[in-house]
């Protein structure tokens, strides 16, 4: 198996590198109004940006976590309003995905997910392409 990975690589490793630049080329081209500093009005953003508020509010002046807000619902815990834990493991791939704005990282994934599925079914490289491309859009 790890033969079979080297001999892969070497042989069409950079050929794949080209094809997922390609692939961020299409996720900025098709949400090019993201390079000009324009941002997509999301109200579910906008409702997540107030109800977290409180917390980056307390991380600022104290430096600490708060796992407790008290200004939605009577309370309520702050797991998916951001709050930070200390064995977060995945944090640092969900940033390294994120080199990409915002929507425009989510399609460079679905397009690179796809890519790879399709190869892993044994399809040949330009079907596995036109196949991402066409599975994703």
């Known amino acids: 198996m790890k033969n079979?990975?080297?001999?892969?690589?070497?042989?069409?490793?950079?050929?794949?590198?080209?094809i997922i630049l390609g692939f961020?080329?299409?996720?900025?081209l098709f949400y090019y109004?993201?390079?000009?500093?324009k941002i997509q009005l999301q109200s579910d953003i906008r409702q997540y940006e107030g109800m977290s508020r409180q917390l980056k509010d307390y991380r600022a002046e104290t430096g600490k976590?708060?796992?407790?807000?008290?200004n939605a619902f009577g309370g309520m815990p702050t797991?998916?309003?951001?709050?930070?834990?200390?064995?977060d493991f995945l944090n640092p791939v969900y940033s390294f995905f994120r080199i990409l704005p915002r929507p425009a990282h989510i399609l460079?994934?679905?397009?690179?997910?796809?890519?790879?599925?399709?190869l892993i079914l044994k399809l040949p490289w330009h079907s596995a392409l036109f196949g991402a491309l066409a599975l994703d859009r």
């Not at 079979?4 to 080209?18: C, E, M, Q, R």
């Not at 976590?65 to 008290?70: F, G, H, K, S, V």
């Not at 797991?79 to 064995?87: I, R, S, V, W």
């Open 4 to 18: 079979w990975i080297d001999s892969f690589l070497k042989s069409k490793g950079p050929f794949h590198l080209l």
């Open 24 to 28: 961020t080329m299409v996720s900025l």
């Open 33 to 37: 109004p993201l390079l000009s500093g």
């Open 65 to 70: 976590e708060t796992y407790w807000i008290d």
């Open 79 to 87: 797991y998916q309003l951001g709050a930070n834990y200390p064995g």
């Open 108 to 118: 460079f994934l679905y397009l690179l997910g796809a890519y790879l599925l399709l």
